[in-house]
């Protein structure tokens, strides 16, 4: 996100989760791992585990829909997450990024999806995946996949326009 203002400026970024496991959104668990500083969202053998880069500067777990609850994303509403760090049922989960700009200059946050069928196989994919960063793993996707465009036939239509073929490829 751009700073095009001359003064230094912090701000927060949040993202909410709040995912259909299974077909159903109920009977999941959100939870914050203090060790890898991560938020993990389960049910059954479904493990999903968030990390962020830089790391994320605060969390919460929580509920939406039942209970007359909206969700965790009204916690993010005055800029402050309460950090629950555990929920079960119709969970979800915020996270927080403090991100702080020079004036005209620019920062970047990512997230790392990370999902497998046990929270031992996301735990070795954090391992695995916390050894490189994250813009790393960025550059290499985008390489993967011009890479593949490069060989793929992509016959359009004569009269498509430039701009149309470049949104396309």
């Known amino acids: 996100a751009p700073n095009?203002?001359?003064p230094e400026r912090s701000f927060p970024i949040f993202n909410y989760q709040s995912l259909k496991?299974?077909?159903s959104m109920y009977q999941d668990t959100a939870y914050w791992d203090d060790d890898r500083k991560t938020i993990n969202h389960y049910k059954r053998n479904y493990y999903f585990q968030y990390m962020?880069?830089?790391n994320f500067a605060n969390f919460t777990c929580g509920e939406h829909t039942l209970k007359g609850l909206q969700g965790s994303y009204v916690d993010?509403?005055?800029g402050?997450?309460?950090g629950g760090r555990i929920s079960h049922g119709a969970a979800d989960s915020v996270v927080q990024w403090d991100v702080e700009t020079e004036g005209g200059g620019d920062a970047t946050v990512r997230m790392l999806l990370m999902i497998a069928h046990s929270r031992k196989t996301v735990n070795v994919l954090h391992a695995t995946f916390h050894q490189r960063s994250a813009e790393e793993f960025?550059?290499?996707a985008i390489d993967f996949w011009r890479n593949w465009i490069d060989?793929?036939?992509?016959t359009?239509?004569?009269d498509i326009s430039r701009r149309a073929r470049d949104v396309y490829r």
């Not at 060989?151 to 992509?154: A, I, P």
């Open 151 to 154: 060989h793929k036939d992509l």
């Open 80 to 82: 402050k997450l309460e």
């Open 4 to 6: 095009k203002s001359p």
């Open 76 to 78: 993010a509403e005055d």
């Open 138 to 140: 960025e550059k290499e």
């Open 52 to 54: 962020g880069s830089p």
């Open 21 to 23: 496991v299974a077909e």
């Open 156 to 158: 359009m239509p004569d």
